[in-house]
């Protein structure tokens, strides 16, 4: 089993729907939950930072960790063509940072 | 404030040749990272570094070297490229840790023909 494990996608929706997107990940030890997003031809940038168990919402983005289930969560409500890029989780544990592979989402205006 | 700064943008080479890459930081940042990303790989750590004169292996060094010999740069070297060398390359620099927020540079497009 891979130590974090994300759906590459590709995943499209029209504008307006909901986005879920998830990672599962298989080392105790993460304590720290990023999502990054990565525009074409970019450099990643932070989304969402979480730490332990919980929600957090900023505007229309909410993240979730489950660490019971080892499983993390973003949700992006009214989803807009902007929000086309590709999403990594990232978590951290015993002084590395770990990546999922990135899920491409696409809007369609 | 530029934030991070790779240079270049794009190169190609032929197998056996060397180059090096450049990332720049100007936030003033202790560690800073190189990693490559590859079409369902995900981003993979080549090498980092926790401070100027610094520098520790990540999970994939095989054919790379760095130097951090000024805390606001940070070199990645080919000594002799490879076609499996072909990547997009990324510097990410924090301030406080691998759990601290990283800053990606715009990446840079390398072919190794």
């Known amino acids: 089993q891979k130590e974090v494990e994300q759906d590459p996608g590709p995943l499209s929706v029209p504008e307006g729907a909901i986005v879920s997107l998830n990672c599962t990940y298989s080392?105790?030890?993460?304590?720290?939950f990023m999502w990054y997003r990565q525009y074409s031809r970019k450099g990643p940038e932070l989304l969402m930072y979480?730490?332990?168990?919980g929600n957090k919402e900023d505007g229309r983005f909410t993240a979730q960790v489950d660490k019971s289930s080892k499983y993390i969560s973003l949700f992006i409500r009214d989803s807009q063509p902007s929000d086309s890029a590709t999403y990594l989780c990232?978590?951290?544990?015993?002084?590395?940072?770990?990546f999922g592979k990135g899920n491409q989402v696409v809007v369609i205006p | 404030n530029a934030g991070v700064t790779q240079t270049p943008k794009f190169r190609v080479l032929k197998t056996g040749q060397s180059m090096t890459l450049l990332c720049a930081q100007d936030?003033?940042?202790?560690?800073m990272y190189w990693y490559r990303q590859d079409p369902g790989m995900g981003l993979r750590l080549i090498h980092y570094?926790?401070?100027?004169?610094?520098?520790a292996k990540g999970e994939v060094p095989d054919g790379y070297n760095v130097s951090r010999l000024k805390k606001q740069n940070f070199l990645l070297g080919l000594e002799s490229a490879a076609p499996s060398q072909t990547s997009v390359y990324f510097c990410?620099?924090?301030?406080?840790?691998?759990?601290?927020?990283?800053?990606f540079g715009p990446g840079t497009r390398l072919t190794v023909l």
């Open positions: 080392n105790s030890a993460f304590q720290y």
């Open positions: 936030m003033n940042h202790e560690y």
């Open positions: 570094s926790v401070g100027e004169g610094t520098t």
């Open positions: 979480t730490y332990s168990s």
């Open positions: 990410a620099s924090c301030l406080a840790g691998f759990h601290d927020t990283q800053y």
């Open positions: 990232a978590m951290n544990g015993n002084n590395r940072l770990a």
